[in-house]
């Protein structure tokens, strides 16, 4: 069951950041140890993780030392779905080389079905970090082993959202939710069935998996009509920032295991 695997010139041309060699110059202190994503990449290779897809901020200063994240999937971890709704457990790895941040890995899910990705909530599933400070290969193994380790945790949050059954009201509910998510403060207007409606078949139902993934879908892609707070109707724009994207992702889930 292949997914795509990335190349270091795939790579490249996506987050050119991953390959910065030193950290930022005057923006890192004498404690900084620089560690180049690229190296992680090729240690998580060896751990039999490879590279799914990377992404950088867009920066106007300090270019090549922004915010990136580089997503790793591994064929031998995955979840087989009885309906054919297989499932592949995602490291998503953030970084940056400005001295602003560590290493930090989340755990995530990838669909194949609709080739959604989905970002497991720190408040079940912390994040955890390396320090610019030093790093060492086994550090890493045991960090991996570690999120590997509590995979299972993952296969029992999708049961208990499949065997949820939502009503009319709880899903008009969660959807309106989600818009408060993904708008925050601003005072919108978006009718709920617009981001209940099912792309596909197998998307089709009232369980909180399928319901949660049509909204993440949703919310995330755009498209969906919304009345601002002056009248004017407009359309939602794609999430491109990963910044964002992980953060509504993250909410997202969490706001779904309050409903099991």
């Known amino acids: 069951m292949e997914t795509t695997k990335l190349t270091l010139d795939d790579i490249r041309s996506l987050a050119p ?16 140890v620089h560690i180049p994503t690229y190296q992680v990449i090729e ?15 867009k920066a106007r200063k300090r270019v090549g030392y922004q915010k990136h994240l ?36 989340r755990a995530g899910l990838f669909r194949l079905i609709c080739s959604n990705g989905l970002v497991i909530s720190t408040q079940d599933f912390s994040s955890m970090k390396i320090r610019h400070m030093g790093y060492s290969f086994k550090e890493l193994q045991g960090l991996i082993t570690g ?28 959807a309106l939710a989600a818009i408060g998510i993904r708008f925050g403060e601003d005072k919108v207007s978006v009718e ?7 792309n596909r078949k197998e998307d089709e139902g009232n369980d ?20 601002g707070v002056r009248g004017k109707v407009r359309k939602a724009r794609p ?11 993250e909410k997202l ?7 099991v």
């Open 147 to 174: 999120i590997t380790e509590r995979m299972p945790l993952v296969v029992e949050s999708m049961n208990r959202f499949r065997e949820k059954q939502l009503t009319e009201e709880q899903q008009i509910e969660f």
């Open 192 to 198: 709920p069935s617009t981001i209940l409606k099912a």
């Open 17 to 32: 950041s991953v390959f910065t060699d030193h950290g930022a110059p005057e923006k890192t202190s004498e404690r900084y």
């Open 70 to 105: 580089v997503v790793f999937r591994n064929e031998d971890v995955f979840i087989k779905g009885d309906d054919g709704d297989h499932v592949f457990p995602q490291i998503l790895l953030s970084n940056t080389h400005d001295g602003t941040g560590a290493f930090e890995f």
């Open 239 to 249: 999430v491109k920032n990963f910044q964002q994207d992980v953060a509504i992702n």
């Open 208 to 227: 909180l998996w399928v319901v949660f993934n049509r909204v993440q879908e949703h919310l995330l892609n755009g498209s969906f009509g919304y009345t």
């Open 43 to 57: 240690d998580m290779d060896k751990l039999g993780w490879y590279v799914s897809d990377a992404k950088e901020i």
């Open 253 to 259: 889930f969490a706001l779904a295991e309050q409903y």
